[in-house]
């Protein structure tokens, strides 16, 4: 490519190119969050009198660079796979292009609310189809920013990311009226009224969270809790399946275990897969660890593979302080192309891009007893708001994530993780326990934060073997969302629908 064609190129996408950067650097690692409320300005002001094409080419390449930032990790699993992935979420960035222009082409002061309620389906979708892919959602951006997050116990995630689009809309307006001449300022004027609801939208959003940390704080000690210990062994995944290592990887965690012990928690948790092999192909390994957790006498819940008959699960085993088997949870939602390849026998050749076998879905929604009422969340599934929400109104009164992030190395996976981890608490107002094998393992209040972590002397959080204990507030509340679910979004869609119907006559 010549260099004009190449300067050309770059200012055709400048705007695209500008907000991808803008909107990455919101997410961990570098975690600007602020920059999100301004990060579509440049890609909105790009989309303006466009062609559907152009629109959705300018807003495709903004969302391919944007999940080559943040999700760039996949690479460490499969390099094709990573890119099909990110290749493919683009085309949702490609699909809000084609709706900011269909809404703008008849421009109103409304518009704004609009183009954030589309953001906000499409958001959603993400999220569902084909299994869903709820990973870096805009709202998700925001898990440090606890005054705007607490309204997710109404919203969801997904009200976060309206408001923030909503207020990007404004902030282009705004921009674009102060940009032209002194004549034009005119313009503002339509803005008045929406600016207003917006306005009050925003700070009422800040009121409420400040409202609910208060109250959550000045709830003080609560009535029930139980000590809970978290281990992190920082296992290479390379050894997990190696047998030569599987002694050397017991005795390590059963020197954490035992050490966590000393401090009298209620129970211990080890990560997903921590345990080496497959359960119950053998037997005499199995035999060792119950005695192990015998003679400690704490109840401990176990990461392991699971074979039943011909089907594999990934598994949490819960096992008593006298080592014996109390309950069993079977992963329900499997992460595709990582736990089992979709449309096996239709492609055949998706098995050598992603050369993994298949693992069996469980079904159940467990509820775990002992040593209180809770459920485990394993993997990925922590990203799964509906998931969370059915293990929660059977009667959890904490959650638990197992996970094991080794595959994705040093890079920003654990944090994205860790993100998503802390909406599923704030949506349900539940403490929510991470143990994961290379980190973050700690403990998510109610409120979203991160009160505890396993970390170094320096404060590395990932890639650091260790443990931390602290007590776990048990809660039987119910939110809004947990009641009720997505009616947030579904009042987006209903939106959209009125816009679709009185604009129906309208052609390209």
């Not at 700690?442 to 443990?467: C, H, M, N, P, Q």
């Amino acid at each position: 490519m010549k260099q004009a064609e190449l300067v050309a190129t770059c200012k055709y996408f400048s705007g695209s190119i500008f907000s991808a950067l803008l909107l990455a650097l919101a997410f961990p690692k570098t975690g600007l969050w602020p920059l999100a409320w301004v990060g579509l300005v440049p890609l909105l002001s790009s989309l303006d009198n466009q062609k559907p094409s152009d629109a959705f080419a300018r807003a495709y390449w903004c969302g391919f660079l944007f999940f080559t930032g943040t999700l760039y990790w996949f690479i460490h699993v499969t390099v094709l796979g990573a890119l099909l992935l990110i290749a493919f979420l683009s085309l949702y960035f490609g699909i809000f292009g084609l709706a900011y222009r269909w809404i703008s082409r008849r421009a109103t002061a409304w518009k704004a609310f609009g183009v954030a309620a589309a953001w906000t389906v499409i958001e959603f979708i993400r999220a569902h189809f084909l299994t869903g892919f709820g990973w870096v959602s805009l709202g998700h951006s925001q898990y440090k920013n606890l005054l705007f997050i607490q309204i997710a116990d109404i919203t969801g995630v997904y009200g976060i990311s309206f408001l923030i689009v909503l207020v990007n809309c404004f902030v282009k307006e705004i921009f674009d009226a102060v940009r032209r001449s002194q004549r034009e300022m005119i313009r503002l004027r339509p803005l008045l009224v929406p600016g207003i609801i917006t306005f009050l939208i925003f700070f009422s959003t800040a009121g409420y969270g400040l409202w609910r940390l208060s109250v959550l704080d000045q709830a003080g000690s609560p009535a029930e809790e139980v000590s809970v210990a978290v281990i992190q062994a920082n296992t290479p995944q390379p050894l997990k399946w190696d047998k030569t290592a599987w002694p050397e990887i017991m005795e390590q965690y059963q020197s954490l275990t035992a050490r966590a012990a000393q401090e009298k928690p209620d129970l211990i948790i080890w990560p997903e897969t921590s345990y080496p092999g497959i359960l119950w192909e053998d037997r005499e390994g199995f035999d060792g660890l119950k005695d192990f957790v015998a003679r400690l006498g704490v109840p401990v819940l176990i990461g392991s593979v699971l074979r039943e008959d011909e089907d594999y699960y990934n598994a949490a085993m819960l096992l008593s302080k006298d080592g014996e088997v109390i309950e069993t949870y079977r992963k329900i939602h499997l992460v595709p192309f990582g736990e089992y390849i979709p449309l096996r026998g239709l492609f055949p050749f998706l098995s050598q891009i992603v050369p993994i076998a298949d693992f069996t879905a469980g079904r159940e929604y467990t509820v775990f007893q002992t040593p209180a009422a809770f459920s485990t969340l394993i993997c990925f599934e922590d990203t799964v708001d509906g998931l969370s929400r059915g293990f929660v109104r059977q009667g959890a009164r904490f959650l638990v994530n197992i996970t094991n992030d080794a595959w994705f190395h040093d890079t920003k996976a654990p944090f994205l993780h860790l993100q998503a981890a802390a909406f599923r608490a704030v949506e349900n107002r539940r403490a929510l326990v991470r143990a994961a094998n290379t980190g973050v393992s700690g403990f998510i209040d109610a409120a979203g934060r991160l009160v505890k972590a396993v970390e170094d002397t320096r404060g590395k959080k990932t890639y650091v073997s260790g443990y931390t204990l602290a007590r776990v507030s048990l809660n039987s509340e119910e939110t809004f969302y947990a009641k009720y679910g997505d009616v947030f979004v579904i009042g987006c869609l209903a939106c959209l629908l009125w816009t679709v119907g009185r604009r129906r006559r309208l052609k390209w």
